[in-house]
């Protein structure tokens, strides 16, 4: 048996309030006056002054501002690389990402390129880069992905959507700070918390589960349930909790895998855009049949939050349509062995895939 070494995330400050503590994070990681920090921030962010007035800027320090309506795709992670190079005079001190997963994974996949030649897609897949990377910051203002915590940073290239995952991907430095998750609009909370909850239920009934994945995702698990089910907490603490049931979840995911609803929902992703907290929604409600008491308490949640799932997202769909989406979901050989075992080619066929689809 041979064991896999893992990097973390080397540091970590948590507390409500801790973004202020940014500029003192920061300045011994400045390289010189020449090399700036560049915040990419989301564009949510744009007019407000709560957040922007409080990124320390100094020299040639830039904020850019990245929409996070559609998932990050190779080619704009390239593009913002070209317009870091051209906009620099030396190569940034720092890229600190300030946003939800998409924004994170964005941070992630430039610190990366910008120390390694050719394109965002080269990189897609396991163990692919060479250098390491630029000194990188997450800030989370959203939580559930475990993007924050995670060795991945997702992306959709032409031909597949697949995470750049290496031992240069994770953070240097992630800042914990729950206040900046108090405006997320509510769905968008439930969905996104969501991706955590199924995270654990993945990691948790997965056959690669270890004592290791097992005390995060169930310490993700209980705090996921208190957030979302048992409701008996002030706005503050349920924003503190969903923030660590997203570390924890992350971290059980770092020595696992995810499951049937990520491979399912990363087809609906890459045909149909479809973002992946809600997509996963959409799939999970669909996956009793795999997850059964898993998705019962996900309808509860559902329930009790008042939350209306789309319905007959795939009902237009050609059956070119299914097969490019089940081509992508049957490519994550790792998810599939973890959720079904060794011999899960022959329970996954390209036609139950498909009954799936057609659910939803
Ligand atoms: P997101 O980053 O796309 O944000 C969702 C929405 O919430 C956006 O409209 C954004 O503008 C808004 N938002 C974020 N913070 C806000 C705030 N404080 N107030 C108001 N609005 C706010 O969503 P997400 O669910 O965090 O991330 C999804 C992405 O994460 C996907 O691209 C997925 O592939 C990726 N992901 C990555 C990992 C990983 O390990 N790297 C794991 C899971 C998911
Ligand atoms: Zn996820």
Not at 6 to 25: A, C, H, K, T, Y
Not at 173 to 199: A, N, R
Not at 241 to 246: H, R
């Amino acid at each position: 048996m041979s064991y896999k070494n893992f990097p973390m995330v080397s540091n970590v400050m948590f507390g409500r309030g801790s973004f202020n503590q940014l500029e003192d994070i920061l300045a011994p990681k400045r390289i010189n006056t020449k090399a700036p920090f560049i915040f990419l921030v989301d564009d949510v962010f744009r007019s407000n002054v709560w957040i922007t007035s409080r990124i320390p800027l100094a020299y040639d320090d830039r904020i850019i501002f990245v929409s996070a309506k559609e998932e990050p795709k190779t080619e704009q992670v390239d593009a913002l690389v070209e317009e870091i190079i051209l906009m620099t005079k030396e190569r940034p001190s720092g890229i600190i990402g300030i946003g939800g997963g998409t924004i994170m994974d964005i941070a992630k996949a430039i610190s990366i390129m910008l120390t390694n030649k050719g394109d965002a897609k080269d990189y897609q897949g396991w163990d692919l880069v060479k250098n390491e990377a630029v000194f990188h910051v997450g800030i989370p203002t959203i939580s559930g992905t475990g993007a924050e915590v995670s060795r991945t940073a997702v992306l959709t290239g032409p031909d597949k959507k697949l995470g750049i995952n290496s031992d240069f991907t994770p953070f240097d430095q992630v800042i914990l700070d729950s206040e900046l998750t108090k405006d997320v609009p509510k769905d968008q909370w439930f969905y996104t918390g969501m991706d955590c909850y199924i995270h654990c239920i993945e990691s948790l009934k997965g056959t690669y589960i270890n004592t290791f994945s097992e005390t995060f995702g169930e310490m993700a698990l209980k705090l996921c349930k208190e957030v979302f089910l048992e409701g008996e907490l002030s706005s503050e603490e349920a924003q503190e909790k969903l923030m660590m049931a997203s570390w924890h979840g992350g971290m059980s995911i770092v020595y696992s895998q995810v499951g049937v609803a990520h491979a399912l929902s990363y087809g609906l992703s890459y045909l149909l855009g479809t973002k992946h907290g809600i997509g996963n929604c959409i799939v999970f409600d669909q996956l009793e049949e795999f997850y059964p008491e898993g998705v019962r308490m996900f309808k509860a949640m559902k329930e009790k939050h008042n939350i209306k799932l789309p319905q007959g997202i795939c009902a237009d769909l050609s059956d070119r349509d299914f097969d490019i989406m089940i081509k992508i979901s049957l490519s994550l050989d790792p998810l599939w062995e973890n959720a079904l075992g060794p011999d899960w080619k022959k329970i996954m066929t390209p036609e139950k895939i498909k009954s799936l689809y057609q659910k939803m």
